[in-house]
């Protein structure tokens, strides 16, 4: 017993004709997964005692854009059917399962969970045909209750911290194999299997799944508000996650995810504020035009104190002897001697000649690149032998 496929036009007005009964589906609503088919009976039908659960030989099945036809015996998936399309019921013809769109994986369900019909055309007792809403379901909108734990690592400055994040949008997902969506979640149904049965089971999973996919996104090295920018890899994330409940259990992927906001706690967006200032005070160039910057404020807040200009700069030299030898020049030399290069004559610069004897800047040499951390050598500088970061030892490229 199987699927053959009919002529073009065999729905037209000869349909009792043409077929012992009709097997169809008018339409999918998107609330809609599963629907029994509806079955009309034609002229020549021997089925009319009012048995929908038996498909007599011959008799036409339709199958629409979007839709997997499941014809279940006995409780069990004897044929698989996604092509769009017409098709006569034959007892003398092993399954066809037109696997469509849906691949190689629904085939190959099939020989496990499948069964094969018997030859000889005896009648099972009870015979049904299931329609399956294959389009993507969209608009499942979801928020996350509580905040999701997301690593913040900035190499560059030396951050690395963990913040909370909130998150909310919507997502949409496809029922990919049906077979497992009807072996392992709907079964047999009366009359419809509807979305509002499962989807708050799913979202509750897919809220579960958002915080290893997020740490997922945060070995990436992204920063929280660059989530919304990188739905892509969420997506690809989400499903490693929820691969096994989801596609290996009911045969659903997720489609898309659109995030409406990745929100941060105030104290927490203070945090990546600071530990982002302090790296930048790294520098020495920085620390020194940050320096200079505070002590031409000060100079403009000591000509307006309101005990006279003379007192407001005796306030203003008593905190910088206070600071100690470390002014602003001292500042700017460290970061020449840590931005530029040294010369075989002695001389620091940061051109690509010596400002002293005239020499070239030296080339870098071939060891130029840490093979785990990344790390390289800045403004031409020699690699030293052992990586610096990571302390991995140097491989040539």
């Not at 038996?54 to 004897?78: F, H, R, T, W, Y």
Request: net charge negative.
């Amino acid at each position: 017993m199987g699927l053959i496929r009919a002529g073009i036009g065999a729905l037209g007005g000869t349909l009792a004709d043409q077929w012992k009964e009709f097997f169809y589906c008018d339409s999918l609503s998107a609330e809609i997964i599963m629907s029994k088919g509806e079955k009309r009976i034609g002229g020549r039908s021997s089925n009319r005692k009012g048995d929908d659960n038996i498909i007599s030989n011959g008799s036409g099945i339709a199958v629409a854009d979007g839709q997997c036809m499941l014809i279940v015996e006995q409780g069990k998936v004897v044929e698989v059917c996604s092509e769009p399309g017409e098709y006569t019921f034959d007892t003398s013809s092993e399954p066809s399962v037109f696997t469509g769109n849906l691949g190689d994986a629904v085939r190959e369900t099939f020989k496990v969970i499948g069964k094969r019909f018997t030859f000889g055309g005896d009648t099972a007792k009870d015979q049904r045909v299931y329609y399956i809403n294959i389009k993507e379901l969209v608009d499942n909108k979801f928020g996350t209750p509580n905040p999701i734990p997301f690593r913040v690592a900035d190499k560059n400055i030396g951050l690395d911290i963990d913040v909370s994040v909130r998150a909310s949008g919507v997502y949409s997902y496809k029922i990919v194999n049906p077979l497992l969506f009807y072996t392992n979640v709907s079964g047999n149904v009366a009359d419809e299997y509807k979305r509002e049965q499962i989807d708050a089971q799913l979202k509750t999973e897919f809220i579960s799944a958002l915080q290893p996919a997020f740490g997922k996104l945060s070995d990436l090295g992204l920063r929280p508000n660059q989530i919304v920018q990188h739905n892509s890899e969420l997506e690809t994330a989400i499903n490693t996650v929820l691969s096994e409940k989801w596609g290996n259990l009911r045969g659903i992927n997720v489609v898309s995810v659109a995030l409406g906001s990745v929100t941060l706690p105030e104290e927490d967006q203070e945090l990546i504020k600071n530990a982002q200032h302090a790296g930048i005070l790294r520098d020495p160039t920085m620390a020194a035009a940050t320096l200079t910057e505070a002590q031409a404020e000060a100079m403009k807040a000591a000509a307006a104190n309101d005990k006279g200009a003379m007192a407001g700069f005796m306030g203003m030299g008593m905190a910088m002897n206070a600071a100690g030898n470390m002014g602003t020049q001292n500042l700017y030399a460290m970061g020449q001697q840590q931005n530029g290069w040294k010369c075989t004559c002695g001389a620091v610069n940061t051109g690509n000649f010596c400002t002293n004897c005239g020499a070239k800047k030296p080339e870098p040499n071939a060891y130029v690149k840490c093979s785990k951390c990344g790390w390289t050598p800045q403004n031409g500088a020699n690699a030293p032998k052992f990586c610096p970061e990571c302390g991995t030892p140097f491989e040539e490229n």
